[in-house]
């Protein structure tokens, strides 16, 4: 995107939806001109809540909220998503996402920081090896030679490949047969990645176990 003139004030008063509001996040952390106005922008809006008497919320509606944001519901606005993704009904993708805050649920991954948790796809996905990789952050997934097509679709935190290529919630990135790349989960919180591979993958590298 080139300048940020039609949303900015979407972006101040927070109507905007995640995808885009992490576009426009990225945007302003490198456009001068645009977060200018967003810090105008912000200093006005503060100005108006300042105005306004605040107002408790009752309990339910506060628990309901930081569930959506901070608990097992966070991931809900992907559910169609990743249920196509899977070929699953959105009944299971449901129980799925919820079961990524069960740490019960999760097997040591390939590489130290790692973690996968394996998934059953539906029927248009059989013969495809189907998990959700979670990622620390900083942790580096080492280069790899795709002998299959992949399909990633990020879900939460974010990675950079090799190149400097990033990836973040709601973005999805395939890797064709023969392609190959390494890639690093970004601060924050950890890389959640809803992944499909078709064949298998080489490392460059004999990978240490786990722990």
């Known amino acids: 995107m080139e300048h940020l003139d039609d949303i900015l004030a979407d972006w101040a008063l927070g109507t905007l939806d995640s995808p885009a509001w992490e576009a426009a996040e990225r945007h302003l952390s490198t456009c001068s001109r645009c977060r200018v106005e967003a810090d105008r922008l912000s200093m006005a809006r503060e100005g108006l809540s300042m105005a306004v008497p605040p107002v408790e919320p ?17 991931l809900e606005r992907f559910a169609d998503r990743v249920a196509a993704f899977y070929d699953l009904s ?10 990524l805050s069960d740490a019960s649920q ?7 920081g790692s973690e996968l948790l394996p998934v059953e ?3 248009a996905r059989e013969g495809m090896m189907a998990a959700v990789l979670r990622l620390n952050p900083g ?14 679709l990020v879900l939460e935190g974010g990675l950079r490949e090799d190149g400097g290529h990033e990836v973040w919630p709601g973005e999805e990135l395939e890797k064709t ?13 950890a890389c959640l990645c809803a992944t499909l591979l078709e064949g298998a993958t ?9 722990g």
């Open 90 to 99: 959105r009944e299971r993708t449901l129980a799925l996402l919820e079961s």
């Open 58 to 74: 009752p309990a339910a509606v506060l628990r309901g909220l930081m569930e959506r944001m901070e608990g097992p519901r966070r």
């Open 177 to 189: 047969e023969g392609s190959a790349h390494g890639f690093s989960a970004l601060r924050g919180p």
């Open 202 to 210: 080489e490392f460059e590298e004999d990978l240490a176990t786990p």
């Open 121 to 123: 796809p539906g029927p």
């Open 139 to 152: 942790v580096y997934y080492p280069r790899h030679t795709h002998h299959g097509r992949e399909q990633n």
């Open 106 to 112: 999760w097997l040591p991954g390939p590489v130290e």
